[in-house]
């Protein structure tokens, strides 16, 4: 079913403008995905415990008050009601919303929402339109699916954390929960796909997103090359083994600096850019392979440049060469990059509580019908009224009653 847009007549309005999706489940895995779908004009209904919400409200960095600065993204654009779905009145709540939406997202160890009385088997003869997303560890079969299955341990077992880190080290972690919002992202993409089939069909189905296997389909061609070849892939710190040069490389002034000229001609620019054209031509250089065999004294000989120059003299000669250069950002570049300004890649967000949120923009961007950051996220139930008495029409008394009973 299609709802109302809210915003927008149907040339300009979000492309997922009257699409109501019914979040269930915390933390990163769904709600992240929920936060993509609310970014481009979904209607997200998310649904908490009564009294202590997601847990997402008290991670990440806090400000000095307490308040968590990771909450105001993650659940920014959504709508938050407080729903029990561990008591009967609870769910037959949550069957009443989910008989009029597009999409229910949810996150619970497999097996749980079947518990309730809410499985797909059993929510399609109330809605067979219904897409279910459910994002899990291991997915929704197999000897592992009731496992627990945190991001963590989906890097490791999807062979993202072994080659991660130097190779002097155990196997590192990448500084974000990249596992858990890979699953999001795949389980965004399988909510498209599955809208797009309902539109032919009419009816819905499952998408299924394991978190490995949102980590392994990033791993490129790990598997064929150890299948066919014998060959396990290692740790190599900041450098791809044999893709030279791209690396990191020191300034005069302490400043960290990326630079990738693995491609012939650009590291033949690279060369007149440091004075040394006949590098461009050197049989150990001058070819994909041969820069890969001498990676290391390639390596040396950039860096013995690169460290005679400040990191603005060095990046205004590399952009002067056409050879593609960064420094390495922190939040605080970010935030003062012109480039970031121009584009509004950061946009500052009034949040009722923290004031004004600088926080990422709204991606991909689309020129005719662009996602925005309408709110941060909003307090604990801070939608019940509009939901539980004007969306579902429940009665003042019946409200009450469910609310004297922690229901909602």
């Avoid at 481009?40 to 202590?52: C, M």
């Avoid at 858990?180 to 992202?185: E, G, R, V």
């Avoid at 946009?347 to 991606?363: C, R």
């Amino acid at each position: 079913m299609t709802h109302a847009p809210p915003d927008g007549t149907p040339d300009t309005a979000p492309p997922l403008a009257g699409v109501r999706v019914i979040e269930m489940g915390s933390l990163i895995a769904g709600p992240f995905c929920g936060q993509l779908l609310a970014d481009h004009g979904a209607e997200v209904i998310k649904v908490e415990p009564p009294g202590v919400g997601d847990p997402m409200r008290e991670w990440g960095r806090e400000k000095s008050d307490g308040r968590s600065l990771w909450w105001p993204i993650i659940a920014r654009n959504k709508k938050s009601i407080t729903l029990d779905l561990r008591t009967g009145d609870g769910q037959q709540i949550a069957r009443d919303l989910l008989a009029d939406a597009d999409v229910l997202l949810e996150n619970f160890r497999p097996g749980t929402v079947e518990k309730w009385g809410l499985g797909f088997d059993q929510l399609t003869t109330i809605n067979p339109g219904l897409v279910m997303v459910r994002v899990s560890g291991f997915g929704q079969h197999g000897p592992y699916a009731e496992r627990p299955g945190y991001g963590a341990i989906a890097e490791a077992m999807g062979g993202l954390r072994y080659v991660v880190g130097d190779p002097s080290t155990p196997p590192s972690r990448v500084g974000i929960s990249l596992g858990d919002s890979l699953a999001a992202t795949f389980a965004t993409l399988g909510t498209l796909l599955a809208l797009r089939a309902r539109d032919r069909t009419g009816t819905g189905q499952v998408v299924d997103a394991a978190i490995y296997e949102a980590v392994l389909a990033l791993m490129e061609s790990l598997v064929p090359e150890y299948g066919l070849a014998g060959f396990v892939r290692e740790r190599s710190g900041p450098i791809l083994p044999n893709v030279a040069p791209s690396n990191v490389y020191p300034t005069s002034d302490g400043a960290m600096v990326l630079i990738a000229a693995n491609q012939d001609t650009v590291f033949r620019r690279l060369a007149a850019a440091m004075g040394h054209p006949q590098l461009g031509t050197d049989e150990r250089y001058a070819s994909h392979t041969a820069r890969g065999r001498h990676q290391a004294e390639l390596d040396a000989q950039i860096a013995d440049w690169t460290r005679t120059l400040s990191v603005d003299a060095l990046t205004e000669t590399l952009i002067a060469h056409s050879v593609p250069v960064g420094k390495i950002y922190r939040a605080p570049e970010m935030l003062t990059d012109p480039h970031f300004q121009a584009r509004r890649t950061i946009v500052s967000v009034d949040d009722p509580a923290l004031g004004a949120v600088p926080m990422q923009n709204v991606f991909p961007r689309l020129d005719r019908t662009p996602g925005v950051v309408r709110h941060t996220g909003p307090a604990l139930g801070a939608h019940n009224d509009e939901v539980y008495q004007g969306l579902l029409g429940m009665t003042a008394e019946r409200y009450a009653r469910l609310r004297t009973a922690g229901v909602i």
